[in-house]
């Protein structure tokens, strides 16, 4: 695949010093962050209260979300938490909601090419589904590479935002009690399906997420616990793999 | 202030979390891929996004699909903040109205 073609395709972007400097591009990401950060913050102060309801100290909230930053896996272990916590089943639960990053981490690979491991294997620890939705997003439009500067700018933005406002959540919960009754809640998917827009590609093209959607929603209904992520991600993934010519 | 069970479970939780984040890297990163894995790969960002959320379109509150339903039209049309706002309103008001 590094053949002449490829080369000539990409001479001018490889040729011209086109990478702006990493901070602008870190600006850049912390601007395209903005209104996911906003959506962050009430999922956010809704783990942080959670936790807290479960005996989480108000060290411990950061230091879970802080480490671990996969939203999806930390509603799912703080509702399974007890104390002293049922260790096996948190982190398989654990493995299970975030086996999605391995398609992730795979979809992505190909656009970290020209990172060195040692700036790869600590950027990855920050991939959650918007960051790498967005740097992926942002990598494809320019000839298949990730701007670094641009990812970290995001993710940092993110991070910073989850840990912060979980903190704030086991702080203040009490106070705010809960936020779901205000609708904050539907900011999750609103991100989610203006990624999903933007990723559009006609109706062919997204047969393999309606894949996932059904399966997915089905097995969530059917199969207690997060099974549903790992089978409806993949189903989709099987019949893309079906459908690919 | 912090359990050592907590903390156990927690550095556990990382280390799991952390070592999903660089698999599939570590397995594709020297690989060249088919064309056919190429066409698998670019779709898995959206069946994984849709999935995450599946559970969303099948909630059984009357108030919840209506938003839904209003935020997936505002989702086609707006960018991303306006959505949000759309999504939380409907929400909060339809929530309100609908019990």
């Given at each position: ?172 919960g009490p106070i705010l009690g809960d936020v779901r009754r205000f609708g904050f809640d539907m900011a999750f998917p609103a991100v989610f399906l203006v990624m999903l827009a933007g990723m559009w590609k006609g109706v062919s093209a997204a047969r393999p997420w309606l894949v996932s959607l059904v ?31 | ?99």
């Open positions: 695949m590094h053949g002449f073609a490829l080369m000539t395709d990409t001479n001018f972007t490889l040729d011209t010093p086109v990478e702006r400097s990493s901070f602008s591009e870190a600006f850049r990401g912390l601007r395209d962050a903005l209104p996911v950060m906003l959506g962050f913050v009430p999922l956010a102060l809704v783990l942080g209260y959670q936790a807290a309801q479960k005996g989480f100290s108000p060290i411990e909230v950061p230091l879970l979300t802080g480490l671990n930053f996969a939203g999806g896996s930390e509603f799912a272990a703080i509702e399974l938490w007890t104390s002293p916590p049922h260790i096996s089943l948190i982190v398989a639960i654990t493995l299970l909601v975030n086996s999605r990053h391995f398609l992730m981490g795979a979809a992505l690979a190909p656009l970290m090419r020209h990172l060195p491991k040692r700036k790869a294997f600590p950027a990855l620890f920050f991939m959650c589904d918007e960051s790498w939705a967005i740097g992926l997003a942002d990598g494809r439009k320019a000839g298949s590479r990730l701007s670094l500067g641009y990812y970290i700018g995001v993710s940092i933005s993110l991070y910073l935002t989850w840990v912060v406002f979980t903190s704030v959540g086991a702080l203040a399966v997915g929603a089905a097995t969530y209904l059917l199969v207690p616990g997060a099974w549903y992520v790992p089978v409806g991600a993949l189903s989709g993934v099987a019949a893309a793999f079906f459908w690919a010519k | 202030m912090i359990d050592p069970m907590n903390f156990l479970t927690i550095l556990l939780m990382a280390s799991v979390t952390y070592l999903t984040r660089i698999g599939g890297y570590v397995l594709l990163r020297n690989r060249t891929l088919s064309p056919r894995a190429k066409t698998v790969l670019e779709n898995a960002p959206g069946c994984v996004l849709i999935t995450v959320i599946a559970p969303n379109f099948v909630t059984g509150h009357p108030a919840d699909i209506v938003a839904l339903g209003l935020t997936v039209a505002a989702a086609t049309r707006l960018s991303i903040l306006p959505t949000v706002l759309v999504a939380i309103v409907s929400a909060g008001v339809l929530r309100s109205l609908l019990g």
